[in-house]
């Protein structure tokens, strides 16, 4: 399955942007996580929707990037509200796999992503 991200943008700070995560076939048979990497950094998994549709999200964003899905449209979505400096990235989806310790890791392929800055 082939995901494409799309939405990011050059955003004020305190503002919003909705990404989206398009997939070539049935999205909700997966469990679909939203990464981010800043300049300078490792690639940060921020929010994690599983194919039976639990969320999560990690302590940087909770609150903030709320995280959905349109099994109709293929699609999922990351809501990022409150954007602050440190939010600026490229932000990346994939499919996840679990590993024997309940820990998600990605295992499809890495897309383009899309770029999100916030400027001050």
């Known amino acids: 399955v082939r995901l494409a991200e799309s939405g990011g943008g050059m955003v004020q700070l305190g503002g919003s942007l909705r990404l989206s995560c398009a997939a070539s076939?049935?999205?909700?048979?997966?469990?679909v996580g939203w990464y981010r990497q800043a300049p300078g950094t490792k690639r940060e998994l921020v929010a994690v929707i599983t194919s039976v549709g639990t969320t999560s999200s990690a302590d940087s964003v909770k609150g903030r990037f709320p995280i959905s899905r349109d099994s109709a449209k293929n699609t999922v979505y990351l809501q990022i509200d409150s954007l602050k400096p440190e939010d600026t990235a490229v932000y990346y989806c994939t499919k996840l796999q679990r590993d024997r310790g309940g820990k998600y890791y990605p295992s499809g392929s890495w897309g383009q992503g899309t770029r999100v800055t916030v400027s001050s």
């Open positions: 076939e049935e999205i909700s048979i997966l469990s």
